[in-house]
């Protein structure tokens, strides 16, 4: 499976961005999709996250601020992210977990990662 990120950049404070993430690969299906991003010397942290019933997770610096979305037939997730600051300058990451079942495990799944995109915010 490979995931493709597109749509980072410089955009200034207070401006809006919009990031994107294709999947391909998956023949069993995907379950939920995610952004994650990081600044050079940190952990990676979970942004926002989304199942594949459309449920949403954020994390609270970004809570009604940003929005993630996903098609499920194009595979696709989405993060919408509007009056950006500074301190969201990082690396963002997309992340999907995929079903790879078998035999044993018919609900084992793997997490696949994207190459990151970087999202600059000026001051």
């Known amino acids: 499976v490979q995931l493709v990120e597109s749509g980072g950049g410089l955009v200034q404070a207070g401006g809006s961005l919009r990031i994107s993430c294709a999947a391909s690969?998956?023949?069993?299906?995907?379950?939920?999709m995610a952004w994650y991003r990081q600044v050079a010397g940190k952990q990676r942290e979970l942004v926002a996250d989304?199942?594949?019933?459309?449920?949403?997770t954020y994390a609270d610096s970004v809570k009604g601020r940003f929005a993630i979305s996903r098609d499920n037939v194009k595979n696709t997730v989405d993060l919408q992210m509007n009056s950006l600051k500074p301190e969201d300058t990082a690396v963002y990451y997309c992340?999907?977990?995929?079903?790879?079942?078998?035999?044993?495990?018919?609900?084992?799944?793997?997490?696949?990662w994207g190459q990151g995109t970087l999202v600059t915010v000026s001051s």
């Open positions: 690969g998956s023949s069993f299906g995907i379950n939920t």
């Open positions: 992340k999907a977990e995929i079903n790879v079942p078998t035999i044993e495990r018919p609900r084992n799944t793997v997490d696949a």
């Open positions: 989304i199942k594949v019933g459309g449920s949403t």
